[in-house]
């Protein structure tokens, strides 16, 4: 008889170069967002600034883990030194912008849970165990 999964999505392969052009988007999205001077960034919201910096890298982490589940433990190490080291550009190359390590622990959080999420995010997508 065999067991039935119903999936959000049909077309595995599809959808999975999908999820890993969405992960390069949303890098290049961060990464302007990072080395952009802070006279140019509009002040739109009002709210703890620190979801600025979760929620970028929860996106990372969630998109990364489900387009390469393989690759999940490097993501954890590489996501948070990625965001320390755009972290130490912001605090001495770029004008109006300064080094937090509240931002960086921010960062690596949002990376952390996005990466969790992404165990969800797949069998959701692909429907595998």
């Known amino acids: ?32 967002a990072i080395i952009t001077p802070s006279q140019s960034v509009p002040v739109a919201v009002d709210f703890n600034y620190k979801i600025l ?41 770029i004008p109006g912008r300064a080094f937090d390590w509240n931002d960086g622990i921010a960062n690596a959080v949002g990376a952390f849970v996005g990466v969790g999420a992404s165990f969800v995010a797949r069998r959701i997508l692909f429907a595998v165990p």
């Open 53 to 93: 910096h979760f929620t970028p890298y929860f996106g990372l982490g969630i998109r990364g883990g489900t387009g390469w589940p393989d690759r999940r433990a490097a993501l954890l190490v590489l996501m948070p030194l990625f965001g320390m080291a755009l972290e130490c550009i912001q605090g001495g190359l």
């Open 1 to 32: 008889m065999g067991c039935f999964r119903v999936t959000l999505f049909e077309g595995g392969d599809r959808l999975l170069r999908l999820v890993q052009f969405l992960f390069f988007a949303a890098l290049i999205v961060v990464v302007a």
